[in-house]
């Protein structure tokens, strides 16, 4: 079974991306009940993903590359409204990758970076340009953003 242990922090300095090359990710929601359904298109390649609910940090997921047509298709067929549109930027920092993504579209000003660990209890240093973690408020789920009205306002 395939799981995933990820954290999520909001990005509070993006001048750690000058010079990084990103790509380009436009990706919706087919259904966001028990099980998360997404579609995913990624440059040339494209995914459907099922996500299990959270149980803390960790979550069953499972990724199938899918041909990138039907890709297209299930977006503009089954995805309006409920899409996002990011640029990533992959950003190594002492000995973890952050996936970093700066959104599009109406969620335009919304900068979050993604790192994903091998148990809950990793050790984990935080790189400087990193703000708040968001790992466990709902409001900034891929598939809770994807159906929002704009990026969610802090209080």
Same mark, same amino acid.
């Given at each position: 079974?395939?799981?995933?242990?990820?954290?999520?922090?909001?990005?509070?300095?993006?001048?750690?991306?000058?010079?990084?090359?990103?790509?380009?990710?436009?990706?919706?929601?087919?259904?966001?009940?028990?099980?998360?359904?997404?579609?995913?298109?990624?440059?040339?390649?494209?995914?459907?993903?099922?996500?299990?609910?959270?149980?803390?940090?960790?979550?069953?997921?499972? *990724?199938?590359?899918?041909?990138?047509?039907?890709?297209?298709?299930? =977006? %503009? +067929?089954?995805?309006? &409204?409920?899409?996002? !549109?990011?640029?990533?930027?992959?950003?190594?920092?002492?000995?973890?990758?952050?996936?970093?993504?700066?959104?599009?579209?109406?969620?335009?000003?919304?900068?979050?970076?993604?790192?994903?660990?091998?148990?809950?209890?990793?050790?984990?240093?935080?790189?400087?340009?990193?703000?708040? *973690?968001?790992?466990?408020?709902?409001?900034?789920?891929?598939?809770? =953003? %994807? +159906?929002?009205?704009? &990026?969610?306002?802090? !209080?």
């Amino acid at each position: 079974m395939a799981t995933e242990i990820e954290r999520k922090f909001l990005v509070r300095d993006t001048s750690v991306l000058r010079g990084v090359r990103g790509e380009r990710i436009l990706q919706g929601y087919l259904s966001c009940g028990r099980v998360t359904l997404r579609v995913r298109h990624i440059g040339a390649c494209a995914y459907l993903t099922l996500k299990g609910p959270s149980a803390g940090l960790t979550r069953d997921e499972f *990724e199938y590359e899918i041909p990138a047509g039907d890709a297209d298709q299930l =977006l %503009a +067929r089954y995805c309006e &409204p409920g899409r996002v !549109a990011k640029v990533r930027y992959r950003v190594p920092y002492r000995g973890h990758e952050f996936e970093v993504d700066v959104f599009e579209g109406h969620l335009t000003g919304l900068v979050m970076a993604e790192v994903e660990l091998e148990d809950e209890q990793q050790p984990l240093e935080l790189p400087p340009w990193i703000g708040r *973690e968001v790992s466990h408020d709902p409001r900034y789920y891929n598939a809770a =953003l %994807a +159906r929002a009205a704009g &990026p969610p306002i802090e !209080a």
